[in-house]
Structures are given as C-alpha cells and as structure tokens.
C-alpha cells in the first residue's frame, strides 16, 4: 500500500478526482489525467470502447504511466445500460432479475460480469443500483430498479454487491440516499424531495442501510436534494448527508463517490468552485467529472481544489481521510493488478455457461400480464406485423450510439416490420393504422407509452383483439393502455428479443412476475 506520508498536497487533491476522457488510446489528453492531475479514477463510456483488446491494452498503458494506479470505472449495470458490448456477456438489468423471483441469480450474475470486466483491466463497477422505484413517473431510475419494495431492493443488492466483491470488482451501491421517488433527471435538473426521517428510514434508507450492515465497499452519492435536511446543496454537496447522515449517524466507513458532477442539476446551480469547496468538505471521497470531458475545465477544477486546501478551507483531516480509504480498497481490490497479455484473458471472455445462464435468467424474467384475448402462442401462418419504436435516449446514462435491432429480426417466423417515432404525429398514425388492418395479429413494442401521449393514444386504437403488447422499456406503460394482451421484457435488448421469441412462439413459458405494482383494471 502506497504510504499516505509520502503524497504531496497535489498527489492527494489528484487521488480524490474521477476523470473521463475522449477516445480509445492513451492520447495527451490522458496523458495530462494520469501523470499530471494523478487522478484517482479513470471512468469509460460506450465511446471509449472498441472491443476487449482495445480496452485491455488502454488500461495496461494507464497502469503503466501511473505513480499510483487509478480505479478503471464504468457504469455496467446490465440491461439498457452496459459501456462494454462486444464479446462479453450482456446481462439482464435489475428488474428483468427481480422479475424472476431468484435473488441467486443477482450474485451469479454479477459476479460473472465482475469477472469478465476484471479481465480487462477494470476494477470498479458503479452498480448496482439501490434505488427503490416507486414513482411510476420516474424518467431516470425505472427498470434500472429492482424494485417498488425496500426489502426486496436490498435482498437483490446484498447478492450483486457479493458476486461482485468475490470477482474482485470494486462497486458502489447507488444512487445514496435515493433516487426513486423523483420525477425529474438529475442529468438535466435538480431533484428536489420533501420527505422527513421517518419515511427515509422506511423507504429510501433500507437499502443502504442493509448493505452497510454487510460491509459495504462503496456508495455514489446522488445529486437529489433532500430540502428537509439540507435546504441548499444537494447530497454530493451537502456534509449534512455525507458526513453527518451517512458516516456518523449510519456508520458507513466506506468510499464515497459523487454522480457526474457535470451534470445539470449541480453544474448549472453552482459554480465551479462551490463545487469544489462543497464536494470535497461534504465527505465524499472521489469527486467525478463525466459528461463535460472537457480538458480545461478538469485543470481548472484540480487546480481551485489545490488552492483551497493550501488556504485551509478544504481540510488537511478531510483529505487525509478520505485518501487512506482511496489507498485502502486499491489494495484491497488489487487496482493495478492485469494480466500480462490480451491473449491469456481472451479465452476467459463469454464463456458458454455465463451467456447460457444469462439466457435463462432472461427466459425466466419475461412477465405475462394478461392475454384476455387468447393471442399467446402465435400459430404458424398467421399474419403478423411488429411495430417497433425508433428510439432515442430517455435517460443520458445510456449510448448516445446505441443502435437497437427491431423484435422482428429474432422471430421464428415471417412479419412484417414497422417503425414509429415515441409520439408519432397523427397523420403517422393513422398511415400505420390503415396498414395494419389486413393482420391477423399485431405485436406492437411500446416504449415508455406512459411518458408518450401519441404513442399510447395510437396503441390504443389498434384492434385489441388482435393486439399483443410488449412493454420493452418501463411495465408502467400498462396504466396508460386499454389493452387484452401485455407482456413486459423491462429493456430493448437483443437478449429480450431472443427470449420474447420463445415465449411468443410458445417454446418457453413466461413465468415472470411484476417487481412493481400497475394499475387494476
């Protein structure tokens, strides 16, 4: 372990910054976060990554020209929100798992992920997340949510915070204290919640609390104003529910790392260096800067931290404390530990049994809702169309690149493919109807009808006796449609297509049940 006592000021400023970067090799740009700003953490988005030999051989360089090996991070939660792609294992996200009613499956499969990311180089997972979805209207958290319900949130975090910590990933239960019961994006705005210590220790606390009980290594502080507590600065900037909430009145003794603090609900309500003064006194450890990836600003932001700590307003004590525990899991999470070539890895990546129990957790997640109209399975010879939506990104977590293949490209059987915009106008509307008239079933994909207008307005002037709806985004779509048949495979991923294509076959069953609650109708 690195000696503390041996850090310069600048080493240890450096060590409590989380940087991204541009492109997929070690460019000055990197160079300047590495051997310059020494930060602490390196974090990939889709846009860094190429394929698994790209990444490793990136992160050997970044272990190479390292004083003190950063965290390698990224957000790969599973379902809808995965950085790395290509030649590992895509698992089902959190409420595919939940759905399936077999917390086993949240240890197995993020302890295969962990291994697999490992693999490459990385040694830090932000995921899972612990957040409770119980506002149907949360444009944000969602499927990414294990759950409606506290306790069940915290059964299935316990098993994936384990699966990861026995692969050696380093992971940070998200987004403390919760991020569930908001309607707005902290990508874009400031959440702001009303609630009092009694329901947050009910709701929104559970499953942290839980974790911490069970040693957890890390949490990502959320930049949800909670105004009962702290009416300014909201939680990544606020040492009333860091250090004071969370350290000494729940007793975390783990790292704490902030979401981007570029996002806009803290980068358009505070400047630069109230950023600065505020996050590192709040009591978080790592302070992130994702989205800007701006090279003078990252400069701009380690040097005010500096400057603040020399003049005193950053605290020496706070510094120190929160550097000793950086060291801390480095070692304990091997940080800077490879393999020594991209070859003695390869034959460890989507290994037969990982992709097959994906599959099968993925079979298993599938939720029938209801099939009044008897349209389940579909018959060989019937008439089919599948409308399908042009997607776009709903929360900012996920690739802005991210290009999804249509339901009807996995079927067993011949259709007729449609797209339509999320809120199609209604002369599309109509253009669409009219052309579904002559099938004998319809297999319409919403996404995210409930946040849509149009979109629930034309499902729902779609024969229901012909129509078979699959939720491939939010199960909330439900409260909005008028409809016999409804399925949810909670994410548009080409491992729902494969599974919505047994069960619409009728080979696999669905089995799912529904991890929150929709409407009774």
């Given at each position: 372990?690195?000696?503390?006592?041996?850090?310069t000021?600048?080493?240890?400023?450096?060590?409590?910054?989380?940087?991204?970067?541009?492109?997929?090799e070690?460019?000055?740009?990197?160079?300047?976060?590495?051997?310059?700003?020494e930060?602490?953490?390196?974090i990939?988005?889709?846009?860094?990554?190429?394929?698994p030999?790209?990444?490793?051989?990136?992160?050997?360089?970044?272990?190479?020209?390292?004083?003190?090996?950063?965290?390698?991070?990224?957000?790969?939660?599973?379902g809808?929100?995965?950085?790395?792609?290509s030649?590992?294992?895509?698992?089902?996200?959190?409420?595919?798992?939940?759905?399936?009613?077999?917390?086993?499956?949240?240890?197995?499969l993020?302890?295969?992920m962990?291994?697999?990311?490992?693999?490459?180089?990385?040694?830090?997972?932000?995921?899972?997340?612990?957040?409770?979805?119980?506002?149907p209207?949360?444009?944000?958290?969602?499927v990414?949510?294990?759950?409606?319900?506290?306790?069940?949130?915290?059964?299935?975090?316990?098993?994936?915070?384990?699966?990861f910590?026995?692969?050696?990933?380093?992971?940070s239960?998200?987004?403390?204290?919760?991020?569930?019961?908001?309607?707005?994006d902290?990508?874009?705005?400031?959440?702001?919640?009303?609630?009092?210590?009694?329901?947050?220790n009910?709701m929104?606390?559970?499953?942290?609390?839980?974790?911490?009980?069970?040693?957890?290594?890390?949490?990502?502080?959320?930049?949800?104003?909670?105004k009962?507590?702290?009416?300014?600065?909201?939680?990544?900037?606020?040492?009333?529910?860091?250090?004071?909430?969370?350290r000494?009145?729940?007793?975390?003794?783990?790292?704490?790392?902030?979401?981007?603090?570029?996002?806009?609900?803290?980068?358009?309500?505070?400047?630069?260096?109230?950023?600065?003064?505020?996050?590192?006194?709040?009591?978080?450890?790592?302070l992130?800067?994702?989205g800007?990836?701006?090279?003078?600003?990252?400069?701009?932001?380690?040097?005010?931290?500096?400057?603040?700590?020399e003049?005193?307003?950053?605290?020496?004590?706070?510094?120190?404390?929160a550097?000793e525990?950086?060291l801390?899991?480095?070692?304990?999470?091997?940080?800077?530990?490879?393999?020594?070539?991209?070859?003695?890895?390869?034959?460890?990546?989507?290994?037969?049994?990982?992709?097959?129990?994906?599959?099968?957790?993925?079979?298993?997640?599938?939720?029938l809702?209801?099939?009044?109209?008897?349209?389940?399975?579909?018959?060989?010879?019937?008439?089919?169309?599948?409308?399908?939506?042009v997607?776009?990104?709903?929360t900012?977590?996920?690739?802005?690149?991210?290009?999804?293949?249509?339901l009807?490209?996995?079927?067993?059987?011949?259709?007729?493919?449609?797209?339509?915009?999320l809120?199609?106008?209604?002369?599309?509307?109509?253009?669409?109807l009219?052309?579904l008239?002559?099938?004998?079933?319809?297999?319409?994909?919403?996404?995210n009808a409930?946040?849509?207008?149009?979109?629930?307005?034309?499902?729902n002037?779609?024969?229901?006796?012909?129509?078979?709806?699959i939720?491939?985004?939010?199960?909330?779509?439900?409260?909005?449609?008028?409809?016999?048949?409804?399925?949810?495979?909670?994410?548009?991923?080409?491992?729902?297509?494969?599974?919505?294509?047994?069960?619409?076959?009728?080979?696999?069953?669905?089995?799912?049940?529904?991890?929150?609650t929709?409407?009774?109708?």
């Open positions: 372990m690195f000696d503390i006592k041996k850090l000021l600048k080493q240890k400023i450096g060590q409590m910054i989380g940087l991204a970067f541009s492109g997929t070690y460019s000055p740009e990197l160079q300047m976060q590495i051997e310059d700003i930060a602490g953490l390196i990939y988005f889709k846009d860094n990554c190429l394929d030999k790209q990444i490793f051989n990136l992160n050997k360089e970044i272990n190479k020209h390292a004083k003190i090996p950063p965290f390698i991070a990224l957000d790969q939660e599973g809808m929100v995965a950085r790395v792609t030649k590992v294992v895509q698992t089902p996200g959190a409420m595919v798992i939940s759905a399936t009613n077999n917390s086993d499956y949240a240890y197995q993020n302890y295969d962990g291994v697999e990311l490992r693999h490459l180089g990385f040694n830090f997972n932000f995921a899972p997340v612990g957040d409770i979805n119980n506002n209207l949360n444009p944000v958290i969602n990414r949510s294990y759950s409606e319900k506290p306790e069940v949130v915290a059964e299935y975090a316990i098993k994936a915070i384990k699966g910590k026995d692969a050696k990933m380093m992971t239960l998200k987004h403390y204290p919760g991020h569930g019961d908001t309607a707005v902290s990508h874009v705005g400031l959440p702001i919640v009303d609630f009092d210590e009694e329901r947050i009910k929104e606390l559970v499953p942290f609390k839980e974790l911490i009980k069970e040693d957890l290594p890390g949490i990502m502080a959320s930049h949800v104003l909670y009962r507590y702290d009416p300014v600065y909201p939680t990544t900037l606020s040492k009333i529910m860091v250090q004071d909430l969370l000494d009145k729940l007793g975390f003794k783990g790292l704490v790392v902030t979401d981007s603090l570029t996002m806009q609900a803290v980068f358009k309500n505070f400047s630069l260096e109230d950023i600065v003064l505020h996050g590192f006194n709040s009591g978080c450890d790592i992130l800067l994702c800007a990836r701006k090279i003078e600003m990252q400069k701009e932001f380690a040097s005010i931290a500096l400057r603040l700590a003049e005193g307003k950053i605290s020496i004590d706070v510094i120190d404390a550097v525990r950086i801390k899991y480095k070692e304990e999470y091997l940080v800077g530990q490879m393999a020594e070539t991209f070859e003695e890895v390869e034959p460890e990546l989507e290994k037969e049994e990982r992709v097959a129990l994906a599959e099968k957790v993925m079979d298993e997640g599938i939720t809702v209801k099939d009044d109209a008897n349209l389940l399975p579909i018959k060989n010879g019937e008439k089919i169309a599948v409308v399908f939506p997607i776009k990104v709903v900012l977590v996920e690739n802005e690149d991210n290009t999804l293949n249509s009807g490209d996995y079927l067993p059987f011949d259709v007729d493919k449609y797209y339509m915009e809120n199609p106008s209604a002369q599309k509307q109509q253009e669409l009219d052309k008239v002559n099938y004998d079933k319809i297999i319409y994909c919403s996404y409930c946040f849509n207008e149009e979109q629930a307005n034309l499902i002037a779609i024969d229901k006796n012909k129509l078979i709806n939720a491939v985004r939010t199960p909330y779509d439900y409260n909005v449609l008028d409809v016999k048949t409804y399925l949810c495979s909670y994410e548009a991923s080409i491992l729902s297509f494969k599974s919505l294509a047994k069960i619409l076959s009728g080979k696999v069953k669905a089995t799912g049940s529904l991890p929150v929709l409407e009774e109708k």
